[in-house]
């Protein structure tokens, strides 16, 4: 079956902390994966995807084919970071089946 | 403004009234997909459509909910017979569908519907 599982409803991070946004997908391909953000009042927007191997605004992820992981990272928490963000795949003819979304929090 | 379109933004309509939303994708892009996204959830894929044939509709997708393209530019999403699960946002996105790999999809902001 194809899945993406984010098992975090709710990460609170403090301002400059690391932070990390987990991901695990089940899928029997080849997927592409991807990291889709949205802000509050701004409409869904893609953050990156793994075959672009991109850090965009400070996040990067690493597709770990293995473990069936593409966990979100960054650094330095910014304010700015705080939103929903949803990891995503997709499989064939661009059909993108999203997970459950995390709502990331960023304490001052 | 050049991005996805919809209309309406909100709709609140009585159980069992028809409904239909509009989609005006990115002029350019070929492909126009339809998701809805209900509270908690990420959005779910309901259809897709290459130019005004539509290729793929998910089991999401009852006897009540149509699509069309007519054009290959605009969209209709129409729900018949409305039932209270179908409260939703329902989101529109377009992409180019360039070189066989998953182009990235550009949402719009999303009709949210209300059934009483």
């Known amino acids: 079956a194809q899945r993406v599982t984010q098992p975090e409803k709710l990460l609170s991070v403090f301002k400059g902390a690391p932070v990390e946004l987990k991901c695990n997908y089940s899928y029997s391909g080849s997927p592409e994966l991807f990291w889709y953000v949205q802000y509050s009042r701004q409409r869904l927007q893609l953050l990156l995807r793994h075959i672009s191997r991109e850090s965009i605004k400070g996040f990067t992820a690493d597709l770990n084919k293995g473990e069936t992981s593409f966990h979100l990272k960054k650094p330095f928490a910014q304010e700015e970071d705080s939103a929903m963000y949803y990891c995503a795949l997709s499989g064939r003819v661009d059909k993108i089946i999203f997970g459950k979304g995390t709502r990331l929090h960023i304490l001052p | ?116």
């Not at chain 2, 998910?58 to 409260?87: H, N, V």
């Not at chain 2, 569908?97 to 519907?113: I, K, N, S």
Request: net charge neutral; glycine share 8%.
């Open chain 2, 1 to 116: 403004d050049t991005g996805v379109s919809q209309d309406p933004r909100h709709k609140i309509t009585k159980r069992g009234q028809n409904v239909t939303f509009r989609c005006d994708p990115i002029s350019e892009h070929n492909r126009l997909y339809w998701y809805r996204q209900t509270l908690g959830q990420g959005p779910e894929f309901l259809t897709y459509f290459q130019n005004e044939a539509q290729l793929e509709k998910s089991r999401l997708l009852s006897d009540r909910f149509s699509a069309e393209r007519p054009k290959g530019s605009f969209s209709t999403l129409e729900i018949q017979r409305t039932e209270q699960g179908d409260s939703a946002m329902y989101l529109c996105a377009s992409s180019s569908g360039q070189d066989g790999r998953a182009a990235e999809q550009f949402f719009g902001p999303g009709t949210r519907l209300t059934v009483l």
